[in-house]
């Protein structure tokens, strides 16, 4: 019998793996150590179980019943990043955000700054397609390795996906495990610099302190959910321990002792207000997974 490299955890509460800090347990949650273990602990599971996979939970609201079947946490594991040709980049999924940004910059390599202010992993990136400042993920990848349900890996190259504003659609069923980045040469001074200008911004106009997720809802064609919000009159509104944030309309802080469940009503009763006020249906752009209490 082989023996399982990484670590499995059962009932392991997924409240602590979230920036929200809310959410109930893991029925099972699985770190691998790295990805040759992750693809025979897929290999090994029953082809019905369900799967989700964790990034650092930075788009995630997990609902109180916590998420039944095996939650792959990817924090701190596939962390490999190399330089594989002149201006190409290799990245494993498990990689933050911020540590492709300061690696293409030490390589003089331009296009990935955007990525340094993304308080997420690699493979939440590719899925989400997370963006700021006029760029987004798609925009450097060249071609991605994913895995599937029974364990099966898959090269695909960026043209097998259909790629939108936060929405990424083609290989429903698989899920990241590395990607190939497409950057162009620049110079190491100018990056930083970007990523400085690009770091101020953020911290002057968004609670990044703060138990949050980021922007709840995505912005309309031609609006900003957040103006739509605020115009609303709802800053600072709270259900609970959840609130809308006065510094940045479109996010939501826990102020402490939040639930899911209140997260999730102030989503829901924000959208209805927009919905009210400005006949405009925002769409979520958080994630929501398992069952309420
Ligand atoms: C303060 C703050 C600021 C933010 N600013 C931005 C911003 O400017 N732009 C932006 O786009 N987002 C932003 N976000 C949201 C978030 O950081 C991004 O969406 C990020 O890409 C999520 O990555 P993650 O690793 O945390 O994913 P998670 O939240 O862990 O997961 C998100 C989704 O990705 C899936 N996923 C995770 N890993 C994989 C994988 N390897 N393969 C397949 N699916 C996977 C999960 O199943 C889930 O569906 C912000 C969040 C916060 C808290």
Redesign the pocket.
Known sequence: MTVLKGKLLKNESLAKYT?WRVGGPAEQMYLPEGKEDLIAFILALPPQENL?????????LVRDGGVKGTVIN?RGRLKAMQLIDTNKVYVE?GVP?AHVARFCTQLNLSGAEFLA?????M??????N???FGNETWNIVESVEMIDNKGQVNQRGNEQFDVSY?SVKGADNE??LSAELLLRKGESKISEQKVKLLLEQRALT?P?NKP????VFKNPPGDYAARLIETCGLKGYTRGGACVSKKHANFIENTGQATAAEIEELIEYIHQQVQQQHGISLQTEV?KVGMPL
């Open positions: 920036s989700f996979w964790l990034g650092l939970g930075s788009n995630l990817t999924a955000c202010g993304i308080p997420g992993t493979g939440g990136a590719l899925k989400m997370a963006g700021a936060r899920w990241f968004q990044t949050t997720c980021g922007s994630c």
